[in-house]
């Protein structure tokens, strides 16, 4: 066990994120260190604990070299206005012995050589000061450090991270750079505008929330801001209370009110629903219920939500993880 500032998401449910992310990697080979292929990147905003942080870097650790020692300082990086603990921190570094200097910046030197040759990077997100640097100290302590290469901490929010890099990776042609991303954070909706502008073709988005209404305020946001990305599954996690089950989560829209000879006064309810026959989006797999077929419902009908959970369905591993992927939109040149 180790000390907690934020309730961490704990292994079993961990194993099961990773899972759903799809992740793959390949060993370096010559010629990748210069001339291969863009490294695969993923983005964790809301780092907490770090403990999902460490499976993270663990599933992709055959992905790069192995790694020179790494150096003592912290390597979490500021994206706003430093706090003052690390000020004064800066302010006691350079009272310390100029022999003790020079072979920390050598360490460094060294570390940053490396990191810039890495095939697969972790780039975590984090508004707390202290859960940032309590997740890099947990970490370094994990197997000395053993993964602790693979990962990039940040101070600050999402958006200002993801301008940040779009001003240090600026060219003529701009594209998509990461590959997944995981929102693991209060107001999720909000930021997945930002996430998706830099979300390749075809990526991954896991949002991770304590209950299945927060998963369908995403599902919403999504569609109302007509977002690019369909969503794929939604899983409940947590032992204990259900052995984690898969949810059917779609828009659909009523029954009654697409058939041509429904009276609303003969049917005040309008309980049964749909799924649309064009755009809509259903989750669950084989253990859902199919979509019945039906007329196409009047254009300026507002969609209802589904959202029950499909027997059967165990996951096994709390809270609740819906994953989306990036839709290839085609250019307006044909290209």
């Known amino acids: 066990m180790t000390p907690r500032h934020v309730t961490p998401i704990y292994a079993k449910d961990a194993n099961v994120i990773v899972s759903l992310l799809d992740l793959h990697v390949a060993q370096p080979g010559e010629g990748d260190l210069t001339n291969g292929p863009a490294p695969l990147q993923i983005l964790e905003s809301g780092t907490g604990h770090g403990a999902l942080t460490l499976h993270l870097s663990r599933a992709i650790q055959a992905a790069n070299t192995l790694p020179p020692p790494l150096p003592t300082a912290s390597q979490v990086k500021y994206l ?57 100290k947990l970490v370094r302590g994990f197997r000395r450090g053993i993964y602790a290469g693979n990962i990039d901490f940040y101070v600050g929010r999402v958006e200002n991270w993801i301008s940040d890099q779009i001003k240090k990776n600026s060219s003529q042609h701009y594209q998509p750079f990461l590959t997944h991303a995981i929102l693991d954070m209060p107001s999720a909706h909000l930021r997945i505008p930002h996430v998706a502008s830099v979300l390749k073709p075809n990526g991954i988005l896991a949002v991770f929330m304590p209950s299945v209404t927060q998963i369908t305020e995403c599902a919403m946001y999504i569609r109302k801001h007509g977002i690019p990305l369909e969503l794929d599954k939604v899983v409940e996690l947590g032992t204990g209370i259900s052995g984690g089950r898969t949810w059917d989560v779609r828009f659909a829209v009523k029954k009654s009110k697409a058939d041509p000879g429904w009276d609303s006064a003969n049917d005040p309810s309008g309980s049964e629903v749909m799924a649309e026959e064009s755009g809509s989006e259903s989750v669950g797999g084989d253990g859902g219920e199919p979509a019945q077929a039906g007329p196409v419902a009047n254009p300026k009908e507002e969609p209802v939500l589904v959202c029950r959970p499909l027997a059967g369905q165990l996951i096994g591993a709390g809270g609740f993880v819906g994953i989306w992927r990036k839709l290839h939109i085609p250019s307006s040149s044909g290209v």
Request: hydrophobic share 25%.
């Open 80 to 136: 706003e206005q430093l706090p003052e603990e690390h000020e004064n921190a800066e302010e006691d570094l350079e009272q310390e012995d100029q022999e003790q200097r020079q072979q920390q910046e050598q360490e460094q030197e060294q570390w940053d050589t490396w990191r810039a040759t890495r095939r697969a990077i972790i780039h975590t997100v984090e508004v707390s000061p202290i859960f940032s640097r309590h997740a890099e």
